[in-house]
């Protein structure tokens, strides 16, 4: 059983344009996280969300818009998509801030 | 600024030679620092959690330490499925992790 899944796992687009990336985890966990990873390999913390409780990273452009039906899920809105933007972006989830987080393979966007 | 430095970038390392990687970080309030390992295509993995100076922590062929400074994470007689990208993560004050850049481990046969 996957315990942090995204889809889609690659996602190819155009300047401009709007995209989703949905992300479920099936741990009971009670935070989940959304990280950016450059092409320098260092993982940036875009979003936490626990409990309704959004912490946003200050450097994240408000074009960046996380959306949680549930608990379970945190899906990521990104409107008009800048070459910038392309890298592969990691949800993850852990049970308490305090304990270690669970990552998903990533979903690989590429801007064209 | 809270920062944290792995060295080196890459190691390549013959099957069963031992070796150590470091992470040096510079972090107000340490809540814990966290070793990964990521493999091409994937997400990180986690291996160890510390949370205090002189702790150790060890997994088949991987033992972590930390100190106020750094933390290593020593590898015994590396085999080839070793191999992948180590990330070390340190917790700040407001339970932010900051990620080093990896050292990416090169195990050859």
């Known amino acids: 059983d996957t315990a942090v899944s995204q889809t889609p796992k690659y996602l190819v687009t155009q300047m401009g344009n709007d995209k989703s990336i949905k992300c479920e985890q099936n741990?009971?966990?009670?935070?989940m996280y959304w990280y950016k990873q450059d092409s320098k390999k260092f993982l940036k913390i875009m979003f936490s969300y626990n409990n309704k409780e959004l912490i946003i990273n200050e450097t994240v452009p408000n074009r960046f818009s996380p959306k949680s039906p549930d608990k379970a899920h945190l899906n990521l809105h990104i409107n008009s998509l800048e070459l910038g933007d392309s890298a592969v972006y990691f949800c993850?989830?852990?049970?308490?801030?305090?304990?270690?987080?669970?990552f998903g393979d990533g979903t690989r966007l590429s801007i064209l | 600024e809270d920062q944290v430095t792995q060295s080196p970038e890459a190691l390549r390392l013959q099957e069963g030679e031992s070796s150590s990687l470091n992470c040096s970080y510079t972090?107000?309030?340490?809540?814990?620092l966290f070793w990964y390992r990521q493999d091409p295509g994937k997400g990180p993995e986690f291996l160890f959690t510390?949370?205090?100076?002189?702790e150790e922590k060890e997994k088949e062929r991987l033992k972590a330490t930390l100190t106020k400074k750094e933390s290593f994470l020593h590898i015994t007689a590396p085999k080839p499925e070793d191999s992948a990208t180590y990330l070390c993560a340190v917790q700040d004050s407001n339970y932010q992790l900051i990620w080093g850049a990896g050292t990416k481990l090169i195990i050859k046969p």
């Open positions: 510390l949370y205090s100076a002189g």
């Open positions: 741990l009971g966990h009670d935070t």
């Open positions: 972090v107000s309030g340490l809540r814990g």
């Open positions: 993850a989830s852990s049970q308490t801030g305090l304990q270690p987080q669970h």
